[in-house]
Every structure is written in structure tokens, then in C-alpha cells.
């Protein structure tokens, strides 16, 4: 039950992402990352030993901790992708915010 559950879930994620990026809500640069998930939640969920089989390459005993420790690394490189995209953000409005008074100034001059 728990399988079928976890294939439905990814169908619906993927369906939401592809929403979302369709509806310009979700830049597509940024959507790889979510599609490519949904898409080894499905895998996993099709064939459950996947995770089992890739645990004895790694000599984890218990499986679900292999998931655990992928999910943890997934989200820690997303968050440091998202840090760095902020601040090129930050320092692109600053930058606008100087150049706008530049110009502000500008023009109260010449008036």
C-alpha cells in the first residue's frame, strides 16, 4: 500500500512542478532539480529493492538511513545553490539602488 501511495505522490509532485513552471510560477533552471526528484521517487517506489541493492554497495545496513543521508545532501547543495542565488540578488539591488540615485541625483540638477 505504502508503494502505491509513493507512485501516486511522485505522479501528483511531478504534475505540480510541471504546473508551476507552466504557469511561470517556477523558473525551469530551477525545476531540474524537483523534476529529477519526483522522478527517483518513482523509481524507488516502482522498485522498492533499488534502495537495498544501492545500500549493500555502500555497506549500509539499514536502507532507509541510505535515503535519509540522500535527502540531507540533496537539500544541503539546494540550499547552498539558493544562498548563492540570493546574493547575486542582493548585490544586483544594491547596485540598482546606487545607480538609481546616481540618476535620482542626475536629474535633480538639472532641474
Do not use: C
Not at 509513493?6 to 525545476?31: G, H, P, Q, T
Not at 541510505?66 to 544541503?76: D, S, T, W
Amino acid at each position: 500500500m505504502i508503494y502505491v501511495f509513493a507512485i501516486v505522490f511522485a505522479i501528483v509532485f511531478e504534475i505540480f512542478i510541471l504546473n508551476l513552471v507552466r504557469r511561470n510560477k517556477l523558473d525551469e533552471k530551477y525545476s531540474i532539480l524537483w523534476i529529477i526528484l519526483g522522478i527517483i521517487i518513482l523509481f524507488v517506489a516502482i522498485f522498492p529493492n533499488s534502495i537495498v541493492t544501492i545500500a549493500g554497495w555502500f555497506n549500509v545496513y539499514y536502507p532507509p538511513t541510505l535515503m535519509l543521508l540522500f535527502a540531507l545532501m540533496v537539500l544541503g547543495v539546494y540550499i547552498i545553490h539558493i544562498s548563492i542565488v540570493i546574493t547575486k540578488q542582493n548585490k544586483m539591488i544594491v547596485k540598482l539602488t546606487q545607480e538609481l540615485a546616481i540618476v535620482k541625483e542626475k536629474m535633480e540638477k538639472k532641474d
